[in-house]
Nanobody, 124 residues
Framework: QVQLVESGGGLVQAGGSLRLSCAGS????????VAWFRQAPGKEREFIAF????????YYADSMEGRFTISRDNDKNTVYLQMNTLKPEDTAVYYC?????????????????WGQGTQVTVSS
């Protein structure tokens, strides 16, 4: 069973930065593709970024590329999301998700494992 735990969320002023972490349990973590999603109140869950098993491939939503960077450290069983130049519209609950398949996926239903989410609030 895979468990994912997000951390690093909080309150930040517009223009600031945060780094979110997604810690995974189990020896199979390095064989899981991982993505970050977010969900704002009253909105659908939105894809942010994806990273392959070994971190050699990354994919971003068009609107996120340039400000957000996904990375991973398999020795620490952790995937990161570095978020820069944050805007009030980035306020949401941020989730990491994982799947065994190697290929990239932008649809939330493609992911079997989810964390509980971490709140990010950006003040203006």
């Amino acid at each position: 069973q895979v468990q994912l735990v997000e951390s690093g969320g909080g309150l930040v002023q517009a223009g600031g930065s945060l780094r979110l972490s997604c810690a995974g349990s189990g020896s199979t973590f390095s064989r899981l593709s991982v993505a970050w999603f977010r969900q704002a109140p009253g909105k659908e869950r939105e894809f942010i970024a994806f990273i392959t098993w070994f971190g050699d491939g990354t994919y971003y939503a068009d609107s996120m590329e340039g400000r957000f960077t996904i990375s991973r450290d398999n020795d620490k069983n952790t995937v990161y999301l570095q978020m820069n130049t944050l805007k009030p519209e980035d306020t949401a609950v941020y989730y990491c998700a994982a799947r065994a398949e190697f290929s990239a996926a932008r649809v939330s239903s493609s992911y079997a494992y989810w964390g509980q989410g971490t709140q990010v609030t950006v003040s203006s």
